[in-house]
């Protein structure tokens, strides 16, 4: 006997909702097995790094604005590696989205206004557009692979970050250190809940992930950019083309990234500074993937991958366990619940023999069936 | 002139780590399979290599360490998602997360400690040849490794039957299957062989470049090797081109900078990048040969449907 | 030491309601000076890079580890280290003051406004917040002046260079970096006009392979004395590898470069740390600026190198001893920049202002800083 996978034709709910929770409780065994062994009491870290961040408001707020970025280019991201579009770039995006914005709020750091926060966005989500334009023309065009165009622009827009705030958006009273001025208070956005730091953009990422759903499965464009993702050929004979979803997945995700950069800036930082992400855009995809690509997915990812940051820094405070730990055990978390996935889409089977399950899948290869990336 | 000789010099060095790197992916992605884990793959050899190197005094061993620890990664790797089919793309990342965290951990007691460089070749007097000398025979080992290694893939992708057979899994895994070919095995060993050039390229950081290990030396270097694969648009010649002209635009930077050029460094610094970009695009033009070069199955989960 | 308090800055501050989030502190605080003495001192760090980078973190992670050396169970310190400079350095810090830390040090400019927002929220925690200029109350500046490190190894670099060509790694053109650039050439010309200052900035604090090809491509341009404002050991193991001379930076990287180091520059945190930690147990600490010098001990040369004569020797330790003593000062006008404007007039020394903000190089240096 030996075990082999059958495709599921479909998943049935309990093992979609299942999946993650018995990841999660592999997760925690290995974690307390790892930290048992480096000597740290388990029961206690695996609290601190996945309960204690749930236990007060704060906590729960600060989640919800670590989340933020991550679910926002989550959702834009996965439109568009459903159409087999790469764009491994977003952190590029976002910071351009952070520039652009942030601009505005400083061109007018001496005006208050309630048309400011607005226009901010729209600079914000255009910058970000703009940036993933590029890939997207040079990809259309060209014929250019977007993966190594919009990571190259992510050092690009880096680069242009730490110009900016060197020089030109450099705050004239900050003794030349590189930062830009404080946004005033129009330019910030205001927080949901007093006394934390959730702020307006929490709320619009819920509404991009109900707005994500409703393209995605209920709208022509949503099923085109499926169909390309499975057949490019399919497309043309429907009378779409693969270039027009390159673009369109570029300006969306692009778009949706530069909101997110401009919020991380309006929002808990206040200003701009060279570094304005930690690889969020990067993380993203992280997000999208563990998601299944789903906007009700990519929240829970997004706000599982943010628990597992915070939860990451309590482990530290608390107990002394060095980052280098967490990262580890993050990691492994992700290696569960992505290969814990397998048994959503297919289903174990225990062969007699061996050699009869290959030949019969050696003499049918035209019912073979592939799952794109 | 004068400065051209180590204007070469310094861009060799500078592009070995991503030439090992780009060829192992390279290899990887012949077969149908992205890896996007490079970065974390290049941490631990590196940190292997240095471990073991400077407790066995052996930079042998320090390299066989560093192909082990990367072979290791990506056997991880190929389990997540060859074996349990999960998602590539994700589990490359998660990878770099858990590489940079787990070669921290090991490397903990190892800052901060010398370690002698690998020695440069002296070939007497090939060396002192002039211009020629320096730029030819004068560097380390794994220089020259590096570039054999680039040649002997090459020869094997399109001079052997394995490579044939690789590269027809890599195009498309149902037919490779269907011919009888264990497409799971071969993408094992594509991958394996991946982690263990990556791990090379790490260990190239730690033990000779730079010998010593820091959390995080590689510096977003697996990244680039990334990148070069696509650029050398899945051909192992033009991972050198790519390595050079990435590594030459750079140096060329810094020298413009050390030579006081009145433009800021942000700007001067994203020169290299630029470069690439505005290279791709002119060799990317002709759509057809891309499409032939590049694996059609890259990033798909292969899974024989019975 | 001087003491000084520039307005804050509140605009920011202001979403966030300060007076509600200190109730809750003052709940769990125990309060400032009136720690009981049984209880330990809860001491938390804030790092921007990872303890094992050899370089700035790892400086101040010794000088975390001197203070436990020093209070043993008197007090617990807490780290967390590879904090990025955005949204989460506020997170981190309010953590730490939420869970009881008396005395928390953030080690990084970026640190600054989430330290002074934080700080708001908790009036009875003490924040140490280092190479900043705002201050609060409760929120103290530290920093080293690591320029005065950098006027004698100029002079030493002038004395030793043959080529006349000193090679200068540098990170970001920020005023802390050209006021090193600055002293640097200052003493390298005091005693050898002649001498020309190569400047590369590689964009990054920590990338030993990019400090490589910096250090590599003025060596070939040149240089035959590398001097960096980088954190890794790269350079000085090129200086080595090529029988040059380099100059360490953050720690003594003698280990790296045993024959080619002419001396490091060294921040050594610990007795400052150390010195606020018992103002907090003995209820006197309270809000100042520190810019500690070569006579505070927070900037120190180590042990001079095997290609350091005697008389060289003998004359940087002269030149430490007059800075030390401020026989010496280092930016005494009148001071030039690069394109003919006198930046300090004659009689005058620069102000701590005009240190601070340093956006200029001085006469003799052959390189643009990049103006905006």
Redesign the interface.
């Known amino acids: 006997m030996r075990p082999s996978l059958e495709l599921r034709s479909h998943t049935p709910r309990s093992i979609l909702y299942l999946t993650p929770v018995i990841a999660a409780l592999l997760t925690a065994f290995s974690g307390g097995v790892l930290f048992a062994a480096l000597g740290y009491p388990p029961l206690e870290a695996l609290y601190a790094f996945f309960i204690q961040p749930l236990t007060s408001l704060?906590g729960l707020a600060?989640i919800g604005?670590?989340a933020t970025p991550l679910v926002l280019i989550g959702i834009g991201l996965s439109i568009g590696f459903r159409g087999n579009v790469w764009n491994i770039g977003a952190e590029g995006q976002l910071t351009l989205g952070a520039i652009c914005g942030g601009a505005v709020a400083l061109a007018f750091y001496d005006v208050e206004g309630v048309w400011l926060l607005p226009l901010m966005v729209i600079a914000g989500t255009l910058g970000g557009m703009a940036w993933g334009a590029i890939p997207a023309l040079l990809k259309t065009r060209f014929n250019a692979s977007e993966i190594l165009v919009s990571l190259m622009l992510t050092y690009v827009a880096t680069?242009f970050l730490?110009y900016l705030v060197?020089?030109?958006l450099?705050d004239p009273?900050g003794?030349?250190?590189?930062?830009s001025r404080?946004?005033?208070?129009s330019a910030?956005l205001?927080?949901l809940i007093?006394?934390t730091?959730l702020h307006l953009g929490a709320a619009i990422a819920l509404f991009i992930v109900v707005a994500g759903w409703f393209v995605m499965a209920r709208t022509l464009i949503g099923f085109q950019v499926k169909v390309i993702g499975l057949t490019p050929a399919a497309g043309g004979y429907a009378g779409f083309s693969q270039k027009k979803v390159v673009w369109m997945a570029f300006l969306t995700s692009g778009g949706l990234a530069g909101m997110a950069g401009l919020f991380?800036v309006a929002?808990?930082?206040?200003?701009l500074?060279?570094?304005?992400?930690?690889g969020y855009g990067f993380t993203a995809i992280i997000v999208a993937f563990l998601g299944r690509l789903h906007p009700v997915g990519i929240l829970l990812a997004g706000l599982l991958m943010a628990l597992s940051?915070?939860g990451g820094?309590?482990v530290?405070?608390?107990l002394?366990l060095?980052?280098?730990i967490t990262g580890v055990f993050q990691g492994m978390l992700l290696f569960f619940l992505l290969g814990a996935d397998l048994f959503t889409r297919y289903r174990l089977r225990w062969n007699r023999s061996p050699a009869a399950g290959t030949a019969a899948g050696a003499a049918r290869p035209a019912e073979a069936r592939e799952e794109a990336a | 002139m004068e400065?051209f000789v180590?204007?070469i010099?310094?861009m060799l060095?500078?592009a070995t780590?991503l030439i090992f790197a780009a060829i192992g992916e390279l290899v990887t992605e012949k077969s149908g399979v992205l890896n996007l884990g490079v970065e974390g793959m290049m941490l631990m050899g590196a940190v292997s290599a240095f471990a073991v190197s400077i407790t066995t005094g052996s930079t042998t061993l320090g390299l066989l360490a560093a192909i082990g620890a990367g072979v290791l990664m990506a056997l991880l790797f190929g389990l997540l998602t060859l074996t349990l089919l999960a998602n590539q793309v994700a589990c490359g990342l998660a990878l770099t997360i858990f590489g940079i965290g787990l070669s921290?951990f090991i490397?903990?007691d190892y800052?901060?400690?010398?370690l002698d460089?690998l020695p440069s070749m002296d070939l007497g007097w090939l060396s002192d040849i002039p211009v020629l000398g320096p730029v030819l025979f004068s560097q380390d080992l794994m220089v020259y490794a590096a570039i054999a290694v680039v040649a002997a893939v090459a020869w094997f992708l399109y001079h052997t039957r394995a490579g044939l057979v690789l590269r027809a899994v890599g195009e498309s895994h149902h037919a490779a299957h269907a011919i009888g070919y264990p497409v799971i095995r071969i993408r094992y060993m594509a991958v394996a062989f991946g982690g263990a050039m990556a791990g090379l390229g790490g260990a190239y950081?730690s033990l000779a470049?730079?010998?010593?290990?820091?959390?995080?030396?590689?510096?977003g270097?697996g990244w680039i090797a990334l990148a070069l694969v696509v650029f050398a648009t899945w051909r192992p010649f033009r991972v050198l081109l790519g390595a050079w002209l990435f590594g030459g635009v750079?140096?060329l930077q810094?020298?413009a900078?050390?030579?006081?050029?009145?433009?800021?460094?942000?700007l001067m610094?994203m020169l290299p990048y630029i470069a690439t970009i505005v290279v791709l695009v002119l060799i990317s033009r002709d759509a057809t040969r891309i499409r032939m070069n590049a694996p059609a199955s890259i990033g798909k989960v292969f899974h024989p449907e019975r | 030491m001087k003491t000084k308090t520039w307005t804050l800055?509140r605009?920011?501050a202001?979403?966030?309601?300060a007076g509600?989030?200190a109730l809750s502190a003052a709940a769990t605080m125990p309060g400032g000076a009136a720690v009981a003495q049984d209880d330990p001192l809860k001491v938390?760090f804030v790092y921007v890079?990872?303890?094992?980078?050899?370089?700035w973190t790892?400086q101040h992670d010794k000088g975390r580890q001197a203070v436990v050396e020093k209070f043993g169970d008197a007090v617990k310190t807490?780290?967390?280290?590879?904090v990025?400079?955005?949204?989460?350095a506020?997170?981190?810090i309010?953590?730490?003051a939420?869970?009881g830390h008396d005395l928390i040090f953030t080690t990084s400019?970026?640190f600054m406004?989430p330290t002074v927002k934080v700080a708001k929220r908790y009036p009875d925690v003490m924040f140490e917040h280092a190479t900043?200029?705002k201050r609060a109350d409760n929120v103290s500046t530290y920093a080293g002046r690591f320029y005065e490190g950098r006027y004698p190894i100029g002079v030493m670099a002038g004395r030793l260079t043959e080529s006349d060509t000193i090679?200068y790694i540098a990170p970001?053109?920020?005023?802390e970096v050209v006021r090193g650039i600055n002293a640097f050439t200052k003493g390298l010309h005091s005693v050898n006009p002649d001498a020309s200052v190569?400047?590369?900035?590689?964009?990054?604090w920590?990338?030993?392979?990019?400090?490589?090809?910096?250090a590599?491509?003025?060596?070939?341009?040149g240089a035959d004395i590398l001097v960096q404002h980088t954190d890794?050991?790269?350079p000085m193991?090129l200086a080595e590898?090529k029988g040059l001379i380099a100059f360490g930076q953050a720690?003594d990287m003698s280990?790296?470069g045993p024959n080619a180091q002419a001396t490091a520059i060294v921040d050594d945190w610990s007795d400052y740390y150390i010195d606020r930690v018992q103002a907090v147990m003995d209820g006197t600490w309270e809000s100042q600026d520190t810019w500690g010098g070569l006579n505070s001990g927070m900037v120190q040369l180590s042990d001079f190198g095997p290609k350091v004569p005697e008389d060289v020797a003998k004359e940087a330790t002269q030149i430490v001893k007059d800075i030390e003593s401020g026989d010496l000062v280092i930016f005494e006008g009148p001071i030039k920049d690069n394109a003919g404007e006198v930046r300090i007039a004659e009689g005058e020394a620069a102000s701590e202002?005009d240190l601070?903000?340093?956006?200029w190089y001085i006469e003799g240096i052959?390189?643009?800083l990049?103006k905006?």
């Open positions: 704060n600060e604005v670590k680069l730490s060197h020089g030109p450099m009273e003794f030349n250190f590189p930062q404080l946004f005033h208070d910030l205001p927080t007093p006394f730091r991380e929002g808990p930082i206040g200003q500074s060279p570094s304005v992400s930690p940051y915070l820094e309590v530290q405070i608390e002394g060095p980052l280098a | 400065s180590p204007f010099v310094i060095g500078a780590p921290s490397g903990k800052v901060g400690k010398p460089a950081l470049y730079t010998p010593m290990w820091v959390e995080h030396m590689t510096a270097r750079t140096i810094l020298h900078q050390g030579a006081g050029i009145a433009v800021p460094s942000q610094s | 800055t605009r920011a202001l979403s966030l309601a509600a989030m938390g890079g990872p303890v094992g980078d050899h370089g790892y807490t780290y967390v280290e590879s990025p400079e955005g949204a989460d506020e997170r981190v309010n953590q730490l939420q869970s400019f970026g406004n900043g200029y090679g970001f053109p920020i005023p190569k400047i590369i900035y590689v964009n990054s920590y990338d030993p392979g990019k400090e490589r090809e910096a590599e491509t003025l060596v070939a341009q890794s050991a790269a193991q590898e720690s280990q790296f202002e601070l903000s340093m956006d052959d390189a643009q990049p905006n």
